[in-house]
C-alpha cells in the first residue's frame, strides 16, 4: 500500500506524540514539519526522520510532496492555518479546539466543501476503540435509552498569564482545553442541547479556570465541570434507563469501561469487543448513588457491582484518528462519519453558548 505522506505544522508537545502514532503505522510517512523557528522545526525533524524542515507554514503547505497537514499550533491559530492548507489544496486534520468559535469553524467547514478537501477535527478520544463502540454497547448490553452524562476532567495548572492556558487572545480557559472532551462527548450521545446553563471562575487574566455546565435534552441531561485548580475524578458516568457505566479512569483515554444493569439476574452480554463475564449481585440503586457520589466505585459489600468491558489499544492510542484520515482518503471521503464538520460545528456553537452565558443576566 502506498504511505500516505504528512505535514505537521507545530513542533510542540501533542505535534511529538502525533508525530509518534505516524511513525509506528506502516502506511504512514512524514515529509514535512514547520515551525515559526527553523531551529525547534531542523531539531523536531531528526527522530522522526522527516526529510524537510520548514520556518514558514506557506512553504510546508505548499510542498507537493505533503498530501495531509496535520495542526498542531495553539488555538488561536488554527482557524487561519487551516485555511492557508485548503487554499493550498491539502487534505487537513486539526487539533481540537477546532476553531475559536462557531462562525471560524462554519467558514472552514464551507470552505472545505468548497475546495472539495478533507477536513477533520483531531478530537482523538472520539477514535478510540472504546468511543466507536460506545453506541454499540448501550444497545448490545440492552441498557436501553441514555438518559444523563456525568463528566469531570481537572487538574492544576501552574499560572502563567502569558502562557496558553492563561491567555484570553490564545484561546485560554479549562472549557476550551479540558471541557471541550465532554462537549464532544454529550454530543455524541445526544445532539444539540434544547438549553445550556453554565458557571465560570473568572480569573486575573479573565478567563474561566473552571466551570460547570449543564446541558439539557429532550431526554435526558449532561453535567460537565472542567477545571485548572485541582484535580477532579476525571472519569464520565453514562446512565441510562435501564443501567449505566463508568468510563475510568481517565475517560478521555481509557481503554475500559464498568458496566452494570438495573436486572441483577444475569451480566448482560456484549459481543463486540470482549467481554470480561464478572457475575454480580447488588442493588441497582445503590451501585447508581455510589458511582454518582464519588464513594469507592465497583463495590457494595465487598461485591462487585459492575461487569468490566476492555479495549485495549492495538496501537499509539494518537494512531487512530490518523487510521481514520487516510482511511477516508483512500476511499475519497471529504469527511468523516465518524466526527463530521457538522458535529465540530455543533461542538463549537455550543461551546459559544456556554461562554456567552457567563456574562448574561
Same mark, same amino acid.
Given at each position: 500500500?502506498?504511505?500516505?505522506?504528512? @505535514?505537521?505544522?507545530?513542533?510542540?508537545?501533542?505535534?511529538?506524540?502525533?508525530?509518534?502514532?505516524?511513525?509506528?503505522?506502516?502506511?504512514?510517512?512524514?515529509?514535512?514539519?514547520?515551525?515559526?523557528?527553523?531551529?525547534?522545526?531542523?531539531?523536531?525533524?531528526?527522530?522522526?526522520?522527516?526529510?524537510?524542515?520548514?520556518?514558514?507554514?506557506?512553504?510546508?503547505?505548499?510542498?507537493?510532496?505533503?498530501?495531509?497537514?496535520?495542526?498542531?499550533?495553539?488555538?488561536?491559530?488554527?482557524?487561519?492555518?487551516?485555511?492557508?492548507?485548503?487554499?493550498?489544496?491539502?487534505?487537513?486534520?486539526?487539533?481540537?479546539?477546532?476553531?475559536?468559535?462557531?462562525?471560524?469553524?462554519?467558514?472552514?467547514?464551507?470552505?472545505?466543501?468548497?475546495?472539495?478537501?478533507?477536513?477533520?477535527?483531531?478530537?482523538?478520544? !472520539?477514535?478510540?476503540?472504546?468511543?466507536?463502540?460506545?453506541?454499540?454497547?448501550?444497545?448490545?448490553?440492552?441498557?436501553?435509552?441514555?438518559?444523563?452524562? !456525568?463528566?469531570?476532567?481537572?487538574?492544576?495548572?501552574?499560572?502563567?498569564?502569558?502562557?496558553?492556558?492563561?491567555?484570553?487572545?490564545?484561546?485560554?480557559?479549562?472549557?476550551?482545553?479540558?471541557?471541550?472532551?465532554?462537549?464532544?462527548?454529550?454530543?455524541?450521545?445526544?445532539?444539540?442541547?434544547?438549553?445550556?446553563?453554565?458557571?465560570?471562575?473568572?480569573?486575573?487574566?479573565?478567563?474561566?479556570?473552571?466551570?460547570?455546565?449543564?446541558?439539557?435534552?429532550?431526554?435526558?441531561?449532561?453535567?460537565?465541570?472542567?477545571?485548572?485548580?485541582?484535580?477532579?475524578?476525571?472519569?464520565?458516568?453514562?446512565?441510562?434507563?435501564? @443501567?449505566?457505566?463508568?468510563?475510568?479512569?481517565?475517560?478521555?483515554?481509557?481503554?475500559?469501561?464498568?458496566?452494570?444493569?438495573?436486572?441483577?439476574?444475569?451480566?448482560?452480554?456484549?459481543?463486540?469487543?470482549?467481554?470480561?463475564?464478572?457475575?454480580?449481585?447488588?442493588?441497582?440503586?445503590?451501585?447508581?448513588?455510589?458511582?454518582?457520589?464519588?464513594?469507592?466505585?465497583?463495590?457494595?459489600?465487598?461485591?462487585?457491582?459492575?461487569?468490566?468491558?476492555?479495549?485495549?489499544?492495538?496501537?499509539?492510542?494518537?494512531?487512530?484518528?490518523?487510521?481514520?484520515?487516510?482511511?477516508?482518503?483512500?476511499?475519497?471521503?471529504?469527511?468523516?462519519?465518524?466526527?463530521?464538520?457538522?458535529?465540530?460545528?455543533?461542538?463549537?456553537?455550543?461551546?459559544?453558548?456556554?461562554?456567552?452565558?457567563?456574562?448574561?443576566?
Amino acid at each position: 500500500m502506498e504511505k500516505i505522506a504528512w @505535514g505537521i505544522i507545530g513542533t510542540g508537545w501533542i505535534a511529538n506524540r502525533f508525530a509518534q502514532a505516524l511513525n509506528s503505522l506502516d502506511d504512514a510517512r512524514i515529509v514535512a514539519v514547520s515551525s515559526r523557528n527553523f531551529d525547534r522545526a531542523n531539531s523536531f525533524k531528526s527522530p522522526y526522520k522527516i526529510e524537510r524542515a520548514y520556518d514558514n507554514h506557506s512553504d510546508l503547505v505548499n510542498d507537493p510532496n505533503v498530501d495531509v497537514v496535520y495542526v498542531a499550533t495553539p488555538h488561536h491559530t488554527h482557524f487561519a492555518t487551516m485555511l492557508l492548507a485548503l487554499n493550498a489544496g491539502k487534505a487537513v486534520l486539526c487539533e481540537k479546539p477546532f476553531t475559536m468559535n462557531g462562525k471560524e469553524a462554519r467558514t472552514v467547514a464551507d470552505l472545505a466543501k468548497e475546495k472539495n478537501l478533507f477536513c477533520m477535527e483531531a478530537m482523538w478520544t !472520539r477514535f478510540l476503540p472504546l468511543y466507536r463502540n460506545l453506541k454499540t454497547i448501550i444497545a448490545e448490553a440492552d441498557l436501553g435509552e441514555q438518559i444523563a452524562l !456525568r463528566c469531570e476532567f481537572g487538574r492544576p495548572v501552574p499560572f502563567d498569564p502569558k502562557g496558553r492556558f492563561f491567555d484570553p487572545s490564545m484561546g485560554g480557559g479549562s472549557l476550551l482545553d479540558l471541557g471541550v472532551y465532554g462537549v464532544s462527548i454529550a454530543t455524541l450521545l445526544f445532539g444539540a442541547p434544547m438549553e445550556i446553563q453554565s458557571v465560570a471562575s473568572i480569573g486575573k487574566t479573565k478567563v474561566d479556570e473552571q466551570c460547570f455546565v449543564s446541558l439539557k435534552y429532550q431526554q435526558g441531561f449532561a453535567s460537565l465541570t472542567s477545571s485548572f485548580r485541582n484535580f477532579l475524578s476525571n472519569d464520565a458516568h453514562v446512565f441510562c434507563t435501564q @443501567g449505566g457505566f463508568r468510563i475510568c479512569p481517565l475517560f478521555i483515554e481509557s481503554e475500559k469501561l464498568e458496566l452494570w444493569h438495573l436486572s441483577t439476574d444475569s451480566v448482560p452480554t456484549v459481543s463486540i469487543p470482549s467481554y470480561s463475564n464478572k457475575k454480580h449481585k447488588s442493588n441497582f440503586l445503590t451501585g447508581l448513588l455510589q458511582s454518582y457520589f464519588g464513594n469507592k466505585p465497583g463495590k457494595n459489600d465487598n461485591q462487585e457491582i459492575f461487569s468490566t468491558i476492555d479495549f485495549a489499544y492495538a496501537h499509539n492510542r494518537y494512531s487512530y484518528q490518523a487510521m481514520e484520515v487516510m482511511h477516508c482518503l483512500r476511499e475519497g471521503l471529504t469527511e468523516s462519519q465518524i466526527l463530521p464538520l457538522s458535529e465540530s460545528v455543533l461542538v463549537m456553537d455550543i461551546l459559544d453558548r456556554i461562554r456567552e452565558s457567563w456574562h448574561s443576566g
